[in-house]
């Protein structure tokens, strides 16, 4: 395995790009083990490694998000070990760390050696982490697609719509705690889609975390938008995004005034 993660590393990458897609590509094996124990019939994948694994985001991503969709048959301390298990089977030296709580599942795999094997490290202490949660209790409203991966294996993948991951990226935007400038750079590519979110789930989602009532439709969706997107400090957004891209230069798609006029059309 560790050969056909070397392949697709070159000389022209920089150490970062490298690192990065070696942990994507430990981001589909992780997935190919999820579909061949049958385990999108209970999750559904969601986050931003959807978007860029199964939809061509250009910047990269680092854990792997789930909303649990099907309860009847399923175990999550069991299958987290599972996962462990087929890891070492494909010759990784991986530990894992998890939790089972109710409403937050998270597990936590810590590749040995990877880093030092590639040659992308000299420290053999060091091991490139990659965590997986999985949301027990999914707020109501969202719909489901099926996907094809054809990536290092050839395999389907359950995942939301992308109207309801719009909608789950519009309420991490507007009323997260603090600013995560992944976010709004997935933001402008959705924009782009010109799509419309689930408004279900994101109204849902939006009286799940807020005590002042805010409702959103597609009549007032432009003005709510342009609303939230005044208040929003793009230096932020910028520094914080700029390690995860492709091409530096995107960063420029980041400013208010561009937004502005990507809605206004």
């Known amino acids: 395995m560790l050969d056909i993660i070397k392949a697709h590393l070159n000389e022209r990458m920089s150490k970062e790009e490298k690192v990065h897609l070696v942990r994507e590509d430990l981001q589909v094996i992780i997935l190919k083990i999820l579909y061949d124990l049958g385990m999108f019939r209970h999750l559904a994948f969601v986050g931003e490694t959807a978007l860029r694994v199964l939809f061509g985001l250009r910047r990269f991503s680092e854990d792997l998000d789930f909303s649990l969709i099907r309860k009847k048959g399923y175990n999550f301390n069991k299958f987290s070990t599972a996962i462990e298990y087929q890891l070492k089977k494909y010759g990784l030296s991986v530990d894992v760390k998890k939790n089972d709580l109710k409403i937050v ?6 590749f040995k050696n990877i880093l030092v094997s590639l040659e992308l490290s000299d420290m053999k202490e060091q091991k490139l982490s990659i965590g997986l949660e999985i949301d027990a209790r999914p707020l109501k409203g969202w719909k489901t697609d099926i996907s094809l991966l054809s990536k290092v294996f050839v395999f389907t993948v359950t995942h939301y719509d992308l109207s309801s991951l719009y909608a789950t ?3 991490a935007c507007f009323f997260r705690k603090y600013v995560k400038g992944r976010d709004f750079y997935d933001l402008v590519w959705y924009l782009g889609k010109k799509i419309l979110p689930n408004f279900v789930l994101l109204n849902n989602a939006i009286a799940q975390t807020e005590t002042k009532k805010v409702v959103v439709t597609e009549k007032n969706f432009e003005e ?6 005044a208040k929003v400090d793009f230096a932020k957004v910028r520094k914080d995004v700029e390690r995860f ?3 530096k230069e995107e960063l420029r798609l980041l400013n208010k005034k561009l937004i502005k006029e990507l809605l206004t059309k």
């Open 245 to 247: 891209l492709i091409d």
């Open 169 to 171: 990226k519009l309420h």
């Open 224 to 229: 709510f938008l342009l609303e939230k997107m």
């Open 105 to 110: 599942q998270r597990a936590m795999f810590r």
